[in-house]
């Protein structure tokens, strides 16, 4: 295509960037709520990005060989929904931009994935759009390595502010695409000198282009209002060797007379004065919110022009050898394939029957030696722990820059970039991802956690070292509150399992959460198998199971995740030869507990006075606890020393269950 | 000084340096676990560095006017504890070098500040030492700026590894230190490209001195072997007039015959063999942990080198202006001023007399407004949202490359980074850092304001738009699991004002915890004033007050926090008039609360049924209420809408307050 031709006979480009400008401008103003800076800054790249290259369907935003476009700078969600109004997506009607930041409107603040059509993430954290996306051009690569490019080859394009750049998660985003060569990936940043505080020189003086060169990509700088530059910057960058950084150097605000320029545009309605004088300025007649039909008619086109490979792509699609394209339709349906079932089974009761002690981390290692064949499209890595985590299956191959075809990520030293990259690999679809740290480093990580949930998406966190009984690396390294502070994000499963049995069942569960990712928080020293008897049935499903009854009814309930389940078995066991009845229940997840039916909730919990085992602190306990209850943990950081040293430091012992057994019971009978 | 010439006249380099390395060996072998790689590749330039340039005074750990070292690669302890010990710090025994990583010993896994003299940071989370030390290389020259070099004048050295660098928080680390040109900072960079999963060449190719570069650092590549090298690198990164950052080549356990250079090197003992073989290569004929006569000589002369600035440095403060002396006595005195306590009455009484409806956020401006006079070691500052987190006192100058006597620290977009950086303000010393942003942020930040906690080093976290009360910017930005989240943490104190005068009681209390540091979670939104009637006491001061007392008895108590404490005491109101006696308990810090007297705690709870308003999740609310208590407020991620729209989609209302209290005060009567 000649990229440099005019978008459209019906409008001028300066037409259709005016529109952008004008429905942001009064969408804020309607809202008296809004970024107008942005989206009027940008609409002249954005128009050419959208009329002239990104490759989609509005009739079918799920087509999956689409190009991805994140808008990492989330704040400007004016500019995306303008677009997507514009092009046709479906719900994105001019009643919506009216309702623009109202309550339940398809135009939110920042734009959120599942919510519009045609928002390929949820943004405004900065940073993490433009990591996520990252992970997109890196499905798109893996993908493309599976089934060729006839069917998959797509293009992944940021925009990107200051902010995003600024973010430490910039640094970890462009380093793993730099090191990956992730050509097709195209961050256009907005650069326009301003953020909320003032310009950006009150706090920042990086060469942002000699950053990105240092990091393996090609970079360099146009004037992003000026269409033919764009286009024939966008055009070259196209055909890159490396992902492409494109400094675009633009006006926030462009238009609005007196405030463009100046950090008074960036994150409030203009008013009407400077309103009118923008309107004026672009000779721009029309109400708000009215388009004139001519440049819904560019609009338009450009929509059907983008829409064009779509039915080229179908009959490609079409021609696929039946197998290859079974496979490719399993892998895109996130379906869990059977023999992921049967190896779980076949796990568990291996596990249950013959099984020594074992740390859950490697139990998970073994596990996950068996579901990575069965599962082909599971994505591992680890940010540099691969040994320590155990995410590594025997028959994976490591990703690198010259060959995509394997399916494990050394993600680097880059806890936060690979949660964000594995959020993306997950919403670019083909893929299950998961990825392994240290529990501790869940605070690196979670901002990505977070966004995961609020997004509903399948991405799965082996997080080791559960407790302190990681031992010696101490305090800094050792979870106490993460449990908690995890399970606190609405929408994310965390599972603590308690041996290699409960180990297999929480995999099977973070799989088959197809609207929710997990954290699978597993331990570094041996634990015994507490589940004997094997089950075919997961009982982890319904988040906690009496694992051991006492005839005759209960004295006292003991409560355990993980680590500590094991101990409360052995405490139970002692307690019956001093004719105390103690029943053991395992809590491998709260989430999960919380959602069952209460007449279950209830005989698991039964009437006996309850004790709490987690080598943690007690917070989030009174799902299971009430004021009057025991709980067996940690109230402050850790300490460095051997594993078994710090477990009889912070009293968690079969011996300070026992006793507080014992006290609880007598008090029942008193 | 000559800084080329031999370090000892008792020593050789190569024996200093391998004493270092054996001690490192020995260590880790009879811990069997620890990380000897680092210690042995840079004992070269540590040698160098402390020997030759380094000032301190093992007699007087806290020296202010001492150099800073900060072991960012905290995993490498070894190197630390091997220099403190034969440097003759106080504590640092051989018997605690035998210890090592053992049960309360001197010499934990990492690093611990307040543990061993001479750690002047907890190091161990990558990327946060250097991070730190921008912080304290900031404060050298803001101290430097109002006391002369005179008795301010030293350097902050920070040794990293690749995972500090490739962590995303040594990017906003970087850039900032960059920008202010913290000419005083360097960096050495232990470029040994290995990392736990093998070589860095794995995952990372970004070329890190033009990285570095872009930032605005100085940047080069050196022997780092070679002590002549070394020191003539140090020689000339103390005259740069930029931060530098110097490329130390090395070999990851240098020494060792077969594992040198490799990852298996790096965080494992090194076996029987191997240190054997290492110690022939060394012709080091002595016993573990045994170090010879002259090797000792050597380093009791480098210590007594290094603390020779001392004893000039007494004489130049004895000749200190008297007020001078006095304004720096009490500036790192890290004491209270008299006048903050009279603003903060002052502030209360105004506020309670006649105070109209305020957003706490702007309470805590105008409340900054009077404390930044009377305390002026206060350094504010924001993540570049300073008109939103109101966190500009109006007699405060931004504090620029050119200009250090300023109280105002732009530090850009990056949270985390701002926090580590204040973590280091507060660790040099002489000032107290605050900082803000938004809340939902905290999840950005939060491995800095857990290594705080860590610390226990004072640091004032301003979190604004605390709640779905921001309104519009929807999900991405509302907090809905944050107080939960940072109540987790162990040794953080999280507020939660109600109004200006709990405003001004959280910041007299956050100021007073010298050992703690503070969260002040404040409102986007305007909340009226609930304490009518001044109080000379601080009422926060508990945790937990009655702030309306029924007469007759309660029916039921309302627990509020923050903005919702208003709706308790409408609802209270409400209540009276159809019969039902409603206290309301303000609960403006959980901790607190948890630590008062127990019968102060019974008091403030009685014996009526609880409902707990907040709106923000349950989790942790059992510190006030039980099972059968009722809770108002979140269960899910927010949304986007004007803030009222909000509290009544998700239930937060007076209505539904006077619902709940209704029912409960019933079956209390029933």
New interface residues.
Partial sequence: MNVLARASKSATHVEMANSLRVLAMDAVEK?N??HPGMPMGMADVATVLFTRFLKFDPADPAWHDRDRFVLSA??GSMLLYALLHLLGYPGVTRAELERF?????KT???P?YGHTAGVET??????QGLATAVGMALAEKLLAARYGAEIVDHHTYVISG??CL???????AI??A??LKLSKLILLWDDNGI????KVS???????L??F????WRAFRIDGHDPDAIAAAIESARSSDRPVMIACKTVIGYGAPTKAGTHSVHGAALGKEEIAGARAGFAWTHDPFEIPANIVTAWTEAAEHAAREHSAWKTRYGKLDAKIRADYDADLSGAIRPAVFAAVEAFKQAASEGGAPQATRISSQKLLDRLSPAQPNLIGG?A?????NNTKAADMK?VTPEDFTGRYI?????E??MAAAMNGIALHGGFIPYGGTFL??A??S??AI??A??MGVRVIHVLTHDSIGL???????QP??HL??L?????LLVFRPADAVETAEAWELALKAEKTPSVIALSRQNLPIVRREHSQENLSEKGAYVLREPEGGRDVTLFGTGSEVSLAVEAAERLAGEGVKAAVVSVPCFELFAAAPSDYRRSVLGQAPRIGIEAA?R????IV???EDGFIGM???G????AG??FK?FGITVEAIIAQARALAASQRA
């Fill in positions: 809202a709520s809004g989330g704040h930041r109202q309550i339940d409107s939110p603040g920042h959120e949820t943004t405004g954290p900065l940073g200051d902010g600024m973010e430490g998660i910039s640094h970890e380093a793993l730099g090191h953020t909320i505080d003032g009150l706090a920042d003086s990086v060469d942002q000699a950053r060169e240092a990091a393996g680890s540099d722990l691969t040994g320590s490591s050394h993600y680097g030293i880059r936060f970039g501790v480093f605070d690196y979670r901002p977070r966004l949930a609020l031992g010696e690396d101490g305090p800094t390294h106490v509150e908690a502070s399970r606190a994000i609405p929408n602190i917070q989030g306990w009174d606890l009430g004021p109230s402050s950081f300490a460095s020393a051997p040293d710090l430091k």
